[in-house]
């Protein structure tokens, strides 16, 4: 089980922090997932983080100013979002994938959502 929070509004140029709680089993080649999908547009991949191994991986658009971590302790995963862009305004995803993320950056392989969270950025 997942779940989603910290969005908000916040102006260009700022930041923010998702967070994800996970629950249940996860197995050793669990991967968390970060997708947004805007109005009118498919869901994009943002960001992943395998939990063997702490590989991360991001999305071109937010590669540089995105990062995704994770605290063992407290079961969480967060997305830390600086230097925010209008166009990063979209609805927020975390999800979980407990086969190996082999496509880490392809929806329709993950297993797990959470319910979204709005981020808006304005200009």
């Known amino acids: 089980q997942l779940q989603a929070f910290g969005g908000g509004l916040v102006q260009a140029g700022g930041s923010l922090r998702l967070s994800c709680a996970y629950s249940?089993?996860?197995?050793?080649?669990?991967?968390m997932g970060w997708f947004r999908q805007a109005p009118g547009k498919g869901r994009e991949f943002v960001a992943a983080?395998?939990?063997?191994?702490?590989?991360?991986y991001y999305g071109d658009s937010v590669k540089g100013r995105f990062i995704i971590s994770r605290d063992n302790v407290e079961k969480m995963v967060y997305l830390q979002m600086n230097t925010l862009k209008p166009e990063d305004t979209a609805v927020y995803y975390c999800?979980?994938?407990?086969?190996?993320?082999?496509?880490?950056?392809?929806?329709?392989?993950?297993?797990?959502w959470g319910q979204g969270t709005q981020v808006t950025v304005s200009s």
């Open positions: 983080l395998r939990f063997s191994g702490g590989n991360a």
């Open positions: 249940g089993r996860i197995f050793s080649r669990y991967v």
């Open positions: 999800a979980g994938d407990n086969g190996g993320g082999a496509y880490y950056a392809v929806s329709r392989y993950y297993d797990y």
